[in-house]
């Protein structure tokens, strides 16, 4: 199209140079063809996206004489009030959303025989349930409020260490020596909350405060954890059932992404020095994963910093006792031969003349000769060796915390 | 004409825009391998497998005692992750085993309140592995030893669901010499918009012939 053209597609003879360029941008062939495609192009993604392709061996709509409409209606378990705007998956491929006060969808022409019907809702627990058709031409799928609630806005659970908090309805009493039963957050989840929140402004989003800042950590590193919250009113995990407590019996069904799983419990009375008192802290899990867990006080910060090295970021006890030692590869912060030790200072410019034998019982253990052939390079106060206020995670700590969150999609899966 | 031209324009860039946005953003067919393996004293037995919809925990971060190994059907790796032995906890002073309290009930009468809870095993080591396509076998090796504690078969765990789910797209991707076919519309779909992105081709056409006659 010449620039003459276009002038007389504009025909206002006082339009100003800049004026006529503007509308010759939005209405030259190429502008118009590009938003003729954008549009066909939309045409058909659209119903692509919304419609999935059958399996053609596996017959599931179709107007025959051996189908039926059936009618999917979705309410929340606790109310029954109808829940819009459900997803629908009829044997795995997407029908539709609800709509309607009653939370209604009618799936045409289903076939007769079996179906599966899953339901996604955000805010609440996805659902399946089996029909068969036509025996059942009307199925009520309820569904449970969310259970694992974000404290923000989660980021992808891939690209993320998942850490869901799980309120716990007993604590202990040393001096007693004696489990206690709680409400105190069985009765007010708020308390949990408040709790909650407080763990993770002071351990998580200012743990470039306990960490080396020769090392350093990743930038934004607080944007590479998702904080949960687990919110079941009959359901509370069990501190004091063991070392490191028990979760909720559907906790791994309700947040199979978990990383770690961290139970809270309100306060831990008197002092643990051993059996027979129960344990304050213990961590069941060496680095995030599969069935990875610890339980703590909600008042003890250090306690909680040391389990979460455990737990969180796999590191091993620099302490001398019965615990496990391994050289927890790459960036360890425990090696398994003083050589091996020196080579990594050596290698990351610390100062190598740090690297030192386990040999130091964890504090206020009975004093006892120990010696592990395993060695340390990190200097005291070290958060894994003895977990105070002042102690820190040193360089090879560090080095490994950070191995850990630059690498939480490891095969980008 | 112009007037008319540039109010068109606006609406179809509105109508463009409704259109990407009603595009869903919620699908999720992410699944997961579900293997529950059973530590007996004398050995690490089958509990029960199961694929289901799900994401998984980040692999890859744990050391541990067991080593598992996601095998494909032709037996190549597909990947590797070390696995904590769940019969050990750390409390502040040291490790704990778990099956303290198992090795101390000697008690026959404890025993029997244990089995009649259900507890047949003495701990459970779950497996929550990222579902893959060409996923066959599931190792268990002891580190320490090198020794194969167990080998699960999959297979008829992902035959499971997709019978239950045979719509679900990983699950057509497994029949692909047949050529798929897309549904029929049956009403259900919401026509908004798809009526969006008629309307607007209908426009741009409209407005693309106005313009080049005057």
Redesign the interface.
């Known amino acids: 199209m010449s620039r003459y053209k276009v002038s007389?597609?504009?025909?206002?003879p006082r339009k100003t140079n800049r004026e006529k360029n503007l509308?010759f941008l939005?209405?030259n062939d190429w502008c118009?063809v590009y938003?003729?495609i954008?549009?066909?192009n939309?045409?058909l993604?659209?119903?692509v996206?919304?419609?999935?392709?059958?399996?053609?061996?596996?017959p599931?709509?179709?107007?025959s004489a051996n189908s039926s409409d059936l009618t999917i209606i979705v309410r929340n378990i606790d109310s029954g009030a109808g829940i819009a705007g459900a997803?629908v998956?009829?044997?795995?491929?997407?029908?539709?959303?609800t709509s309607g006060n009653d939370g209604r969808?009618?799936?045409?022409?289903v076939s007769e025989g079996p179906h599966?019907i899953?339901v996604?809702k955000?805010g609440y627990m996805?659902n399946?349930k089996?029909v068969t058709v036509p025996a059942e031409r009307q199925a009520v799928v309820p569904l449970h409020p969310l259970k694992v609630i974000p404290t923000g806005d989660p980021g992808p659970?891939?690209e993320r260490?998942?850490i869901v908090f799980v309120p716990s309805n007993t604590q202990y009493d040393c001096t007693k020596q004696q489990k206690i039963q709680t409400d105190y957050y069985s009765s007010n989840e708020e308390n949990f909350r408040n709790d909650v929140n407080n763990i993770i402004e002071k351990n998580f989003l200012t743990l470039d405060a306990r960490t080396s800042k020769t090392v350093g950590l990743p930038e934004n590193f607080q944007n590479l954890f998702n904080f949960y919250y687990y919110s079941d009113p009959g359901e509370f995990a069990d501190a004091f059932n063991?070392?490191?407590g028990t979760l909720p019996e559907d906790f791994?069904d309700d947040a199979?992404?978990?990383?770690v799983a961290i139970i809270i419990y309100p306060k831990y009375g008197g002092t643990?020095k051993?059996p027979p008192c129960e344990?304050?802290?213990?961590?069941?899990?060496?680095?995030?994963?599969?069935?990875?867990w610890?339980k703590t006080p909600a008042t003890i910060g250090p306690?909680f910093i040391?389990?979460a090295g455990?737990s969180v970021f796999?590191l091993?006890?620099t302490y001398c006792?019965?615990?496990?030692y391994?050289q927890?590869n790459p960036d360890p912060n425990v090696w398994s031969s003083q050589s091996e030790c020196i080579v990594s200072s050596e290698n990351n410019q610390w100062e190598f003349t740090t690297c030192r034998q386990i040999a130091q019982p964890?504090k206020?253990?009975i004093a006892q000769t120990c010696r592990k052939d395993f060695w340390r390079y990190d200097p005291d106060p070290d958060i894994m060796a003895t977990?105070n206020s002042w102690a820190k995670f040193g360089n090879a700590s560090t080095l490994h915390i950070r191995y850990?969150l630059e690498?939480?999609?490891?095969?980008n899966? | 004409?112009?007037y008319v031209?540039?109010f068109g324009?606006i609406i179809?860039i509105i109508?463009?825009v409704m259109?990407?946005v009603?595009?869903?953003t919620?699908?999720?067919?992410t699944k997961?391998v579900?293997v529950i393996l059973g530590i007996h004293k004398v050995g690490v037995a089958e509990e029960s497998v199961e694929v289901r919809?799900?994401?998984?925990?980040?692999?890859?971060?744990?050391?541990?005692n067991f080593t598992a190994t996601v095998r494909a059907i032709n037996g190549t790796s597909l990947?590797t992750?070390d696995?904590?032995d769940?019969r050990?906890?750390?409390?502040?002073?040291?490790?704990?085993s778990?099956l303290e309290?198992h090795e101390q009930m000697e008690d026959p009468d404890l025993e029997k309140v244990y089995g009649d809870m259900g507890e047949t095993v003495d701990i459970d080591?779950?497996?929550?592995i990222?579902y893959n396509r060409d996923i066959q076998t599931i190792d268990l090796v002891d580190k320490c030893s090198g020794n194969l504690l167990i080998s699960v078969n999959v297979s008829p765990a992902l035959d499971r669901f997709q019978n239950?789910?045979?719509?679900?797209?990983d699950?057509?991707a497994g029949?692909q010499c047949?050529?798929?076919?897309?549904?029929?519309?049956?009403?259900?779909?919401?026509p908004i918009?798809?009526a969006?992105?008629?309307l607007?081709?209908i426009?741009?056409?409209i407005?693309?012939h106005r313009?080049r006659r005057?």
């Open positions: 007389a597609i504009m025909g206002n509308l939005f209405f118009l938003l003729l954008l549009a066909i939309g045409f993604v659209l119903p996206t919304a419609i999935p392709v059958d399996n053609p061996s596996v599931i709509t179709g107007i997803r998956y009829l044997d795995g491929g997407f029908e539709g959303t969808l009618i799936i045409l022409s599966s899953r996604i955000r996805e399946v089996d659970v891939e260490i998942d063991g070392c490191a791994w199979p992404f978990t990383d643990y051993g344990p304050d802290g213990c961590a069941s899990g060496l680095g995030p994963g599969v069935n990875s610890f306690l040391h389990e455990h796999g091993i006890d006792g019965d615990s496990y391994t927890n964890a206020n253990e977990p850990i690498n939480i999609n490891r095969w899966l | 004409m112009r031209a540039v324009v179809l109508l463009l259109g990407s009603t595009t869903d919620d699908e999720d067919y997961i579900e919809y799900g994401h998984p925990p980040n692999l890859g971060h744990q050391c541990g990947f992750f696995v904590w769940p050990y906890q750390f409390d502040e002073y040291g490790i704990r778990v309290r080591l779950p497996l929550l990222p239950r789910f045979p719509r679900d797209p699950m057509m029949t047949t050529l798929p076919v897309t549904a029929p519309v049956s009403g259900k779909q919401s918009p798809i969006v992105c008629v607007a081709v426009v741009v056409i407005l693309f313009v005057e």
